[in-house]
């Protein structure tokens, strides 16, 4: 077993600069005239200065102002571990710190108009390098959370990294590109045989997440809540107002995408960037998961499937992650297991038809132990296709649980003290990649038939990763 991290190319691209929205307006008096000159000189550069967000979230009285004085004090004393927010405690003085933390709390017009979007379009020149990879080379995309990175995997190589940080909602292949979304509303278009960013817009405040769907990209925007349609070159086509936050866009086949929304019981039908028609589903689903041509949504307490006709219910059930969830077939029976968003447990179920309509049957619970990380846990469970096992981590540990009886059937710790992240099966499936999401973590290589450790690359908190080929196969078998 290795340890490297050598990059055959350069190091990370910048890619931002500010963007419009309309500055905060004037402030009524001396002590949030203070408050903003502080927060200039020490935030803007990564919240914007019209607080915005830039390579940080965005900072609303609606959002962060809602916390108590003295947390958000804290929070600029002492930093947020394991993020990339910093400590201030050795260069502002208290008094300084409770202007900042005043300002931040004042309400400012959080707009960002279609004008906003085509103005914040950048193309980023070439590093004329040439191509890196062939047109059909697989590669893997890792988050690194601890450095706002992707990192670039090529049979097991790290090979390019692009600092692009705040990544959210998952990372989308098509074609000869990767689409990359961003929690503060930014999207990022990669060329995959150079493995360098060629153009990035920003679609609103904040970003749910992002779909592609034929020739559009969809991001669906919670703030402002709307949808922003881009075509492939991630020019905007139009902005779509919508009657509530969105709380996912997911693609449903060839030629549709769904989106819930966070406090009306109705999907959203999208075709072609255009709002097509609506679905009364029984709540509002505010997490949402498309296996094959079957939907998954969850409400605060219930589960349900739909055929977008018919509905199932699984009532008074703890709310599983859906999108830390995995899918399979066992002969002709279809599969689900996915952990609990609040602790504890992996559910298992069985999804199918019956005369009456879509089946979610339960068949199992499962032992997994849940670690806090990001509102939610670290539990993430990972199948592939050929493999008679799903992978689990639990606690410090990543489990290999048969898909026949349940049963464990190894189990390896990456590093004790350390917690593992997310999964991902290289495109054969001969690698399991673990990320063990930690200062000093990495993502772990281990072989599928021996159960062995093969590699280790370095990394800063290593979160979701993302294989062009697995990615790409899950995506289309959802039309039916």
Same mark, same amino acid.
């Given at each position: 077993?290795?340890?490297?991290?050598?990059?055959?190319?350069?190091?990370?691209?910048?890619?931002?600069?500010?963007?419009?929205?309309?500055?905060?307006?004037?402030?009524?008096?001396?002590?949030?005239?203070?408050?903003?000159?502080?927060?200039?000189?020490?935030?803007?550069?990564?919240?914007?200065?019209?607080?915005?967000?830039?390579?940080?979230?965005?900072?609303?009285?609606?959002?962060?102002?809602? !916390?108590?004085?003295?947390?958000?004090?804290?929070? &600029?004393?002492?930093?947020?571990?394991?993020?990339?927010?910093?400590?201030?405690?050795?260069?502002?003085?208290?008094?300084?710190?409770?202007?900042?933390?005043?300002? #931040?709390?004042?309400?400012?017009?959080?707009?960002?108009?279609?004008?906003? &979007?085509?103005?914040?379009?950048?193309?980023?020149?070439? !590093?004329?390098?040439?191509?890196?990879?062939?047109?059909?080379?697989?590669?893997?995309?890792?988050?690194?959370?601890?450095?706002?990175?992707?990192?670039?995997?090529?049979?097991?190589?790290?090979?390019?990294?692009?600092?692009?940080?705040?990544?959210?909602?998952?990372?989308?292949?098509?074609?000869?590109?990767?689409?990359?979304?961003? !929690?503060?509303?930014?999207?990022?278009?990669?060329?995959?045989?150079?493995?360098?960013?060629?153009? =990035?817009?920003?679609?609103?405040?904040?970003?749910?997440?992002?779909?592609?769907?034929?020739? !559009?990209?969809?991001?669906?925007?919670?703030?402002?809540? =709307?949808?922003?349609?881009?075509?492939?070159?991630?020019?905007?086509?139009?902005? #779509?107002?919508?009657?509530?936050?969105?709380?996912?866009?997911?693609?449903?086949?060839?030629?549709?995408?769904? #989106?819930?929304?966070?406090?009306?019981?109705?999907?959203?039908?999208?075709e072609e960037g255009k709002v097509a028609g609506r679905i009364a589903v029984p709540a509002p689903f505010r997490q949402l998961e498309v296996i094959e041509d079957l939907v998954i949504g969850s409400g605060e307490r219930d589960l349900h499937v739909t055929d977008l006709a018919r509905h199932a219910t699984v009532e008074n059930e703890r709310v599983p992650h859906l999108a830390a969830g995995t =899918?399979?077939?066992?002969g002709e029976e279809l599969y689900w297991a996915a952990p609990k968003i609040d602790g504890d447990g992996i559910s298992v179920y069985r999804i199918g038809r019956g005369d009456a309509g879509p089946v979610l049957e339960k068949v199992t619970e499962l032992a997994a132990t849940a670690l806090p990380v990001r509102g939610h846990t670290n539990v993430f469970v990972r199948s592939y296709p050929e493999?008679?096992?799903? &992978?689990?981590?639990?606690?410090?540990? #990543?489990?290999? &649980?048969?898909?026949?009886?349940?049963?464990?059937?190894?189990?390896?710790?990456?590093?004790?003290?350390?917690?593992?992240?997310?999964?991902?099966?290289?495109?054969?499936? =001969?690698?399991?990649?673990?990320?063990?999401?930690?200062?000093?973590?990495?993502?772990? *290589?281990?072989?599928?038939?021996?159960?062995?450790?093969?590699?280790?690359?370095?990394?800063?908190?290593?979160?979701? *990763?993302?294989?062009?080929?697995?990615?790409?196969?899950?995506?289309?078998?959802?039309?039916?």
């Amino acid at each position: 077993m290795s340890i490297s991290r050598t990059l055959f190319l350069a190091a990370a691209v910048p890619l931002f600069a500010a963007c419009g929205g309309g500055d905060p307006p004037a402030p009524a008096d001396s002590s949030a005239d203070e408050g903003r000159q502080a927060y200039v000189l020490a935030c803007a550069s990564c919240h914007g200065e019209d607080r915005l967000g830039l390579l940080a979230p965005p900072l609303l009285a609606s959002t962060v102002g809602i !916390r108590p004085p003295d947390e958000l004090a804290r929070i &600029v004393r002492d930093g947020i571990p394991g993020t990339r927010m910093p400590g201030f405690a050795l260069t502002l003085p208290e008094d300084r710190i409770a202007r900042i933390v005043e300002y #931040v709390r004042l309400p400012i017009e959080a707009r960002f108009t279609p004008e906003d &979007v085509r103005a914040s379009r950048k193309v980023h020149a070439p !590093r004329g390098e040439g191509a890196l990879l062939s047109p059909v080379a697989d590669v893997t995309a890792v988050v690194e959370r601890g450095t706002g990175n992707i990192l670039f995997l090529v049979d097991g190589r790290l090979v390019r990294e692009i600092f692009f940080p705040n990544v959210h909602g998952g990372l989308k292949y098509q074609g000869e590109h990767l689409f990359v979304p961003a !929690r503060t509303g930014f999207l990022l278009r990669v060329n995959l045989r150079t493995l360098e960013p060629e153009v =990035s817009v920003r679609a609103g405040i904040y970003l749910r997440n992002a779909e592609v769907c034929g020739n !559009r990209v969809v991001a669906a925007c919670s703030l402002p809540p =709307s949808l922003a349609v881009f075509d492939l070159d991630l020019a905007l086509v139009s902005v #779509v107002p919508l009657p509530d936050e969105p709380t996912a866009v997911v693609r449903y086949d060839a030629t549709r995408l769904l #989106v819930g929304l966070k406090n009306r019981p109705e999907l959203l039908v999208v075709e072609e960037g255009k709002v097509a028609g609506r679905i009364a589903v029984p709540a509002p689903f505010r997490q949402l998961e498309v296996i094959e041509d079957l939907v998954i949504g969850s409400g605060e307490r219930d589960l349900h499937v739909t055929d977008l006709a018919r509905h199932a219910t699984v009532e008074n059930e703890r709310v599983p992650h859906l999108a830390a969830g995995t =899918s399979w077939r066992r002969g002709e029976e279809l599969y689900w297991a996915a952990p609990k968003i609040d602790g504890d447990g992996i559910s298992v179920y069985r999804i199918g038809r019956g005369d009456a309509g879509p089946v979610l049957e339960k068949v199992t619970e499962l032992a997994a132990t849940a670690l806090p990380v990001r509102g939610h846990t670290n539990v993430f469970v990972r199948s592939y296709p050929e493999h008679d096992f799903f &992978v689990t981590t639990s606690g410090e540990e #990543v489990l290999f &649980v048969s898909k026949e009886d349940f049963r464990v059937v190894h189990k390896t710790t990456p590093r004790p003290g350390a917690m593992p992240l997310h999964t991902e099966f290289s495109a054969d499936g =001969s690698i399991l990649f673990v990320s063990l999401y930690d200062d000093r973590g990495g993502i772990y *290589q281990y072989s599928t038939k021996t159960f062995s450790l093969l590699d280790v690359i370095p990394a800063a908190r290593p979160a979701g *990763q993302y294989d062009r080929t697995l990615k790409s196969w899950r995506e289309f078998r959802r039309t039916p």
